[in-house]
């Protein structure tokens, strides 16, 4: 009993002696601490060097002393800091050309009331080396007490090695102590910060912004006070797609003991908050995080004075130049500071053939005023603004960063009378998009989600109108939802040709491990027919989920085998996507090649079917930072009209897989026209031809170029050759916007974005004359993309814009000669030389107006070329333009 009284009377002695031990720095009585402290900003390129950036350095002199300590405890303190000699310069040396602070004073430049508001002292409360409290004035500006914010909290440190989430001016973060001999080093995570200024990005990361942060602070003491404390904190921002367009903020402070001299008294009191009053009642507990800081911009334009400046860049002839996505990104900008009603005034004012254009920007700009105004503007009940309702719905679907507003605008649209049966269909294929975009988020339980969830899911079963099944399941297929896929398993095996393709190609978009064994049997039954006959493009959508899915042996070798019993084009184009999946080494490419060892399953019987239908992969481009690849399949009849054609181009970065582009063309029932047989399970098939679109992962809503044989014999005598379009406008691609709270108590602000100009079409065109037919799609395109980082505050602003542009074309023609047989077939794929620019900008300026800006710029040409597709193909164009000469 005695040893373990004194085991415990031990114990509680050791942690006296702990408890005692300082846990932060700790004030002298009577002693008046003066330091010199410099903050510094800098914005520049990742690899510039530091005497080319934009920024500026504020230097003071900080006195620091005890004004009040708990008695029970050392470490609870009330300290005073007042900051004087106020100094602002560049961070580096400049000519007096390029010095925006030349001949200016700290006064002229901070403003009288703004120095005056820094010079008053200020109080913090630290408890075990943490701020508990900063009391100042709220009457202050908020960047002044954000500055001293950034002082304050240069000041919390603790003694002990530790992780701990703790208060200060970035908010509430996760911040690393590392203790040794008289030094405390201070690793804060930036990324964990918590603060109220939450920002947005873009769904996708291969058109995403990536963000890097670091922050360390070393502490060095004596006397049981700190003697420096050195902290600095880089942010770099980078475009995911081109890394080169891309900003960091640097940010240092030091605080340094220049000397200690006698101070005032401790000041009596029982706690902290009566002793803050019996100084100034006017000092308040203000809080250590950051407050929000409103920019105000002196002698900006309004939003119609801006619309006026842009609106020729906005013209449909400007598309395709570089100007329209700048100015559509510029727009964007103001409508999203702009008042509904300035909106409304905008679009109101906007020519007819600008008014698409606007329309797309406003949408896109996704605040709650451009929302409100596009639903006052808008009347769905008018079937003659088809054009207009279906800019804002496609705009509503490549949204960057939806919510479930939007959604919920677009559900009581579907609800209400919409005149036009298109829009109808539209805007529930664009629900299914934004269902998607909201999911990723995190957001699948939102009401509005689950409402249209509800909707969609049973969509296709409470209809027997099949424009009305096919939307339901083009939703479905945009919604990506994992609860669709026993749907689209069920319509899979639907004896309408186009339920079926639609099912296939939605789960061909899943990850292969949700295909289940229930999913794979069904897709197989299809392939193989074994239930019922099958069309062609049905069968091949079939085997492109079978191959995309992580096959089996069994499957791999059952498909092979059933080359030379399919439909004779059919039969080329399953060997031509084997070769092509082994040439390109896609991941089903391992056991394809352990199929192909058993004779049975690879012959030269098999392998030498002949035919005019191909598949093929190839590269667009290839870069550090995205890979680009395309991908071409076609199949024909038997009697060599086109059946199907499609084409994709896929990007990738850093893991991340985005559809770019898909373009499916279909064609059946034609055979009529040149006296030929159909193909089995095909005779009964109405002619049709028509031409489906999916862009940046958003499926958009079908366009038929004719339905029925009187539909088909009209157009074909009418057939101008010009190409039908299917999608046109402006798209919003990358949008990034943050507010990165540094540590000194400065702001930067970071905007990311990128606008594309697109105008995609596609015809076709068949002449009994000539007895040929041939399919175009063209893509026109103008991208631009931005990135502006700026520190800003009241009295100076610096910053950085980077920039790059360029305008392209892309054309897929298909010529198919059937005078003879076999037939002769020739695909195209070009791409024309395209200029690419990379722009470089800062900027320094001060509330005066005086400013300095530089400028560098760099422009390349991109050769054009055809892209490359398989040898067969070259020697058929061969034939084609002999016979054509």
Known sequence: MFTLLVFLLCVASSVSVRGAAAAGPRLNNDRLYKFSYTTDVLVDRIRGSNKEGAGYRISSDVDVNLVWRDPSSKDDQLIQLAISNVRIENVSRKSQKKNVLHGSTTESVLGKTNLAALSKPFLVHLRNGKTKAFYSYRSEPATIKNLKRGLASLMQVQLNTGKVIENDVSGRCTVEYKAAKGQVTRTKNPETCKTPETGFTTHSQVLGVSRKSSSVTTFTFEDGFIRS????????????????????????????????????????????????????????????????????????????????????????????????????????????????????????????????????????????????????????????????????????????????????????????????????????????????????????????????????????????????????????????????????????????????????????????????????????????????????????????????????????????????????????????????????????????????????????????????????????????????????????????????SNMNIYGASKGAMLHGLQVAIEAQGLESLIAATPDEGEGDLESFAGMSALLFDVQLRPVTFFKGYSDLMSKMFSMTGEPMNVVKGLILLTDHSEVIQLQSGLKASAEFQGGLAIDISGGMEISLWYRESKTSVNNRAALVVTGNVTVDMDFMRAGMEVSFETEASLDFITTVQFSEYPFLVCMQMDKTTFPVSEYLTKYESLSSGKSIVSSKSKKQLVPGSEFPLHQENSNMCKKVFDSSW
Not at 377 to 404: I, M, W
Not at 520 to 540: D, L, S, W
Request: net charge positive; aromatic share 6%.
């Open 229 to 644: 404390a050195s902290a600095e904190e880089t942010h770099s921002l980078a475009v995911n797609s081109r890394r080169s367009a891309a900003a960091k903020v640097m940010s240092r402070q030091t605080l340094t003991l220049v000397g200690v001299e006698g101070g005032p008294l401790e000041a009596a009191g029982k706690d902290v908050s009566g002793v803050v009053k019996s100084i100034d009642p006017k000092l308040a507990a203000v809080g250590i995080i950051a407050e929000k800081v409103k920019s105000q911009c002196k002698g900006c334009p309004s939003l119609f004075e801006h619309w006026q400046a842009l609106q020729k860049q906005l013209e449909p002839a400007s598309l395709s130049k570089a100007t329209a996505p700048r100015s559509f990104l510029a727009l964007i900008q103001s409508i999203r500071k702009a008042s509904k009603d300035e909106i409304l005034k905008v679009l109101k004012s906007a020519s007819k053939t600008s008014l698409p254009q606007v329309v797309d920007a406003v949408t896109s700009s996704q605040t709650v005023a451009s929302l409100d105004a596009m639903l006052e503007f808008l009347n769905f009940t008018d079937a003659k603004g088809f054009v207009l309702q279906e800019r804002f719905l496609y705009a509503c679907g490549f949204a960057s960063h939806p919510n479930e507003r939007m959604l919920r605008a677009l559900l009581d649209i579907s609800k209400g009378k919409i005149g036009s049966t298109d829009i109808k269909e539209s805007v529930v294929i664009i629900m299914g998009a934004l269902v998607h975009k909201l999911c990723q988020k995190g957001g699948c339980n939102l009401p509005t989600v689950e409402q249209v969830k509800e909707m969609i899911l049973v969509g296709p079963d409470s209809t027997q109108v099949e424009s009305e099944v096919q939307m339901y399941l083009l939703a479905l297929k945009n919604s990506m939802l994992p609860e669709a896929i026993p749907i689209f398993t069920k319509y899979a095996e639907s004896e309408v040709g186009a339920y079926s393709t639609i099912a296939l190609t939605a789960l061909q978009r899943y990850n292969s491990d949700l295909m289940t064994e229930e999913v794979k049997h069904t897709v197989n039954r299809v392939y193989h027919q074994n239930r019922r006959i099958y069309e062609k493009n049905v069968r091949a959508a079939a085997a492109d989920v079978i191959l995309s899915s992580n096959p089996s042996y069994t499957e791999v070798k059952n498909l092979l085998l059933s080359i030379g019993n399919l439909p004779h084009e059919m039969n080329k184009y399953m060997l031509s996507k084997i070769q092509d999946i082994l040439r390109f080494q896609l991941p089903a490419s391992k056991v394809i090649t352990q199929a192909m060892k058993d004779m049975n399953s690879h012959n030269y019987d098999r392998f030498s079917k002949v035919g005019s239908s191909s598949a093929y992969s190839g590269f667009m481009a290839q870069s550090a930072d995205v890979t680009s690849t395309y991908s071409l399949d076609i199949l024909y009849s038997g009697s060599g009209i086109l059946r199907r």
